[in-house]
């Protein structure tokens, strides 16, 4: 287990938390991690995000937040590396073109949750809407040809626009509303 203690913060409407470079590192890749553990006592099973310079992030999810875990007071956390990937949560957009291209769903049922979350990590990429959109179409002919997992992307970079800039994380200095 790596233990640490680790201020949240804001970014828009995300409340976000920093790993500290020595939790990161016990960690098995600067890429996206899939964890386990608990904050200030509560159960979580979740990918740590990375931040684009070899840390990592967590997403402070509704539910964390409603066990009392606040922007700008200290956590505890305990968290381990796993390989039991969740299944993502898919966007209208991408559920859209799976459900509109009935060919990819056999295909996109074969690759496994940690693929499908690089894929969902590609795709979102971006904060223009038409590159998004791009992202779809060539998702789907790179899985009609047979790919299981995206390629040509810095796995290591933040990859949600609304938090980052350039695919590094924000930290709070550089946040303005």
């Known amino acids: 287990m790596i233990d640490f203690k680790a201020t949240p913060y804001t970014i828009k409407s995300w409340t976000v938390l920093h790993?500290?470079?020595?939790?990161?590192?016990?960690?098995?890749s600067r890429g996206q991690v899939m964890v386990k553990g608990t904050i200030n006592g509560f159960k979580f099973a979740t990918p740590l995000e990375p931040d684009g310079e070899g840390s990592h992030w967590l997403n402070i999810s509704d539910d964390?937040?409603?066990?009392?875990?606040k922007a700008g007071e200290a956590a505890d956390l305990s968290i381990e590396a796993t390989k039991d990937w969740s299944e993502p949560v898919l966007p209208a957009d991408w559920q859209?073109?799976?459900?509109?291209?009935?060919?990819?769903?056999?295909?996109?049922?074969?690759?496994?949750?940690?693929?499908?979350?690089?894929?969902?990590?590609?795709?979102?990429?971006?904060p223009n809407p038409a590159t998004r959109q791009k992202h779809i179409e060539v998702s789907l002919d790179k899985l009609r040809k047979g790919m299981r997992r995206p390629c040509c992307f810095n796995r290591?970079?933040?990859?949600?626009?609304?938090?980052?800039?350039?695919?590094?994380?924000?930290?709070?200095?550089?946040?303005?509303?």
């Open 96 to 126: 859209k073109a799976i459900d509109t291209n009935p060919d990819i769903q056999p295909l996109w049922a074969r690759v496994t949750p940690l693929a499908r979350w690089e894929w969902l990590r590609w795709i979102g990429s971006s």
């Open 64 to 69: 964390m937040r409603s066990a009392g875990v």
């Open 19 to 28: 790993l500290p470079e020595d939790a990161s590192a016990g960690l098995p």
């Open 156 to 177: 290591n970079m933040c990859c949600v626009p609304e938090v980052s800039k350039s695919g590094v994380l924000l930290k709070p200095a550089e946040i303005t509303a």
